[in-house]
């Protein structure tokens, strides 16, 4: 199915929706609410519907506002103000989003951090943020850490607190590719917009599935952006293919964030499991935060249908995002789609030629003129050029009708032989194996080429070398196939989809090395 010429796409429909709501927040910003107001308004308005739903436990509007109440008491107890950061360190549950709406509460910055981070890791995040307290972390991280329990315990007093706004919603980390942590500071202040709710395709009627890590910045702007809105929010505490088709099927979720590796896992079940589960509420399905292999897209636009699939690229930063649906992808096979909203994204040399279509080179973004950052680091410089334009470090190319195709990472590239090897494409062939798990490949010092490009593979039994080496000649060109594999058991990719490239290498240099 394709658009008629004449048919406005789904996409233009939402940025002029979303156009038309941000010209009204600019001609009246004093309608803005704080999000801990908005809390209050939705938990009056269904004190006993069920906000928040985790693993056989559930929040109503009027217990998560109330308790949020309590711990924003607890938190100003010792010692947090506006303008603080606190550091939350908790895994997925209710607890997670109380923290969060506590830290709003009295105008302060929540700053979340996977609660599985060693403890120089997660100290060293802390230390950037720099905030009195932190909440949930399991070790010392130089600064107070309370958990639920204790911040409720502060304060019985659950009443309204006074209407207040934060400088900044969040504070997410990032850099854990390289191994230096930064802040991402988000350049907007803490208010309900409801600009975000039309992006996402989110209303106060939808039932939002949740699988992802919410210290990760896509799940947590898409949990909170649901609940914002009013809609009920069912939390995983982490990604399991099965359970997610059972919460679906049990909550008629209409609403779900993905990444390609849980699609991926997903789609690998047997038939007969994917069948016994009703997964036709569904009614859009956003996938993010890492390149989704073709044909696992096609697969799943063929499952649900092409109204259902959605895709956004886009940094932390939110300098600037594309988006498409199912139909423009299937018109546009392999893009991440064209720019949502006013925004700019251009392909550059490495001499700062911008370059046009067809050809590749490190994408850069730029806001509109005349609106304002959208992001500052904490523990790291921009990339940027003069004009505006800034990198997150992604290569990439844009045809002639803007839409844009991604090759990999610049700091992931391996060059083998004066030649350019992208670690995403090579991943994606090795992906499209059936009895491949998950891949991550990286370059190793090689004395001929300069180096070599190794495959880190998680694959179910009965996959070898050979069949592997075999099924990539008939993908990939000779100088992009593994010259090395390796395989594992251990999972290579988080629950959001990322990898830590750098460590893998570092690690396999010093065995390479101690041998």
């Not at 498409?324 to 991440?336: A, C, P, Q, T």
């Not at 590749?360 to 940027?384: C, I, K, N, Q």
């Not at 460590?503 to 065995?511: D, F, N």
């Amino acid at each position: 199915m394709t658009h008629s010429g004449n048919a406005p796409r789904a996409v233009e429909v939402a940025m002029a929706r979303s156009a038309a709501r941000v010209a009204e927040i600019a001609a009246h910003p004093e309608k803005l609410l704080p999000l801990g107001t908005t809390l209050a308004r939705i938990a009056a308005a269904k004190p006993n519907t069920v906000a928040v739903w985790f693993e056989g436990e559930q929040l109503t509007w009027d217990a998560l506002h109330k308790r949020s109440n309590r711990i924003a008491r607890g938190l100003s107890a010792k010692g947090v103000k506006q303008g603080d950061f606190v550091t939350i360190a908790l895994p997925n549950g209710l607890g997670f989003i109380e923290a969060c709406y506590a830290v709003w509460k009295i105008g302060a910055i929540p700053q979340p951090v996977s609660s599985r981070l060693p403890q120089s890791e997660m100290r060293a995040i802390a230390d950037l943020a720099n905030g009195p307290v932190a909440i949930g972390a399991p070790f010392d991280i130089g600064r107070p850490s309370f958990d639920i329990a204790a911040l409720l315990a502060a304060s019985d007093d659950d009443s309204d607190l006074p209407d207040i706004i934060a400088p900044y919603w969040k504070a997410p980390t990032s850099g854990g590719s390289t191994g230096r942590p930064k802040l991402i500071v988000a350049g907007s202040p803490s208010v309900s917009t409801g600009a975000m709710a039309i992006v996402w395709r989110l209303s106060a009627d939808d039932i939002a599935l949740m699988p992802g890590p919410l210290y990760h910045n896509g799940p947590f702007i898409t949990a909170f952006t649901a609940l914002d809105e009013g809609a009920t929010l069912v939390l995983m505490p982490r990604f399991d293919a099965e359970k997610t088709l059972a919460l679906i099927d049990r909550f008629k979720a209409t609403w779900i964030y993905t990444v390609p590796t849980m699609m991926g896992r997903i789609w690998r079940l047997p038939d007969e499991v994917k069948a016994k589960y009703d997964v036709s509420s569904l009614k859009t399905l956003w996938h993010l935060a890492a390149p989704c292999p073709p044909w696992l897209k096609e697969a799943w636009i063929g499952w649900l249908g092409p109204d259902v699939i959605w895709e956004l690229y886009g940094g932390t930063e939110g300098v600037a995002s594309t988006v498409l649906d199912g139909h423009e992808w299937l018109e546009h096979r392999g893009s991440v789609g064209r720019v949502f909203g006013t925004s700019e994204i251009a392909a550059f040399a490495p001499d700062g030629t911008r370059l046009p279509p067809g050809e590749t080179g490190e994408v850069f973004m730029r806001r509109a003129e005349g609106t304002p950052p959208t992001y500052h680091y904490l523990g790291a410089e921009t990339r940027a050029m003069e004009g505006g334009w800034e990198s997150i470090g992604d290569i990439g190319w844009l045809d002639a009708e803007g839409y844009l195709y991604l090759a990999d990472r610049r700091t992931d590239m391996i060059l083998v032989g004066g030649a350019n090897v992208y670690p995403a494409e090579v991943e994606a062939a090795i992906d499209d194996h059936p009895l491949v798990q998950s891949s991550c490949v990286i370059g190793l010092p090689d004395e001929d080429l300069g180096n070599k490009v190794h495959a880190i593979v998680q694959a179910k039994p009965g996959l070898t070398e050979e069949a592997l080496l075999a099924h990539l000649a008939e993908h990939l060109v000779v100088y992009k196939r593994p010259r090395t594999i390796e395989f594992t058991n251990e999972a290579l990719r988080d629950d959001a989809g990322k990898v830590r490239r750098s460590q893998l290498r570092e690690e396999r240099i010093a065995a390479q090395k101690k041998a």
